[in-house]
């Protein structure tokens, strides 16, 4: 079982640019579909990003889509979320989370990913 650790999370103002760090211990992250998924207050987990095996295929929610960017290193067992032009409504818990997968399979399904790390916490506002 891999164990997943996010970072980079702080209170930014509207237009800020943020990035999130995801880091894996205990077990390669080859293997691993990989996502970012976020929870605001009083709201259900969406779906943010998901990043296949090796990197090469990415799918955003339509909410995000052309401001965030996910990338991921697996030499390092990492995973990125740059975020640009952040709004209120970016504001969340993020998490990351994985599940092994096929290549280049990416899923926009939150009940599929497991591992999840602790969260960090985005906040955007004036």
């Known amino acids: 079982q891999v164990q997943l650790v996010e970072s980079g999370g702080r209170s930014v103002e509207p237009g800020d640019s943020l990035r999130l760090s995801c880091v894996a211990f205990g077990r390669p992250l080859s293997a691993y579909v990989l996502a970012w998924i976020r929870q605001a207050p009083g709201k259900e987990r969406e779906f943010v990003g998901s990043?296949?095996?090796?990197?090469?295929?990415?799918i955003y929610a339509d909410s995000v889509k052309g401001r965030f960017r996910i990338s991921r290193d697996n030499a390092q067992n990492t995973m990125s979320l740059q975020m640009n032009r952040l709004n209120p409504e970016d504001t969340a818990v993020y998490y990351c989370?994985?599940?092994?997968?096929?290549?280049?399979?990416?899923?926009?399904?939150?009940?599929?990913?497991?591992?999840w790390g602790q969260g960090t916490q985005v906040t955007v506002s004036s």
């Open positions: 990043i296949s095996r090796a990197g090469t295929v990415t």
């Open positions: 989370g994985g599940f092994v997968g096929v290549t280049g399979e990416v899923s926009r399904s939150v009940e599929r990913y497991h591992n």
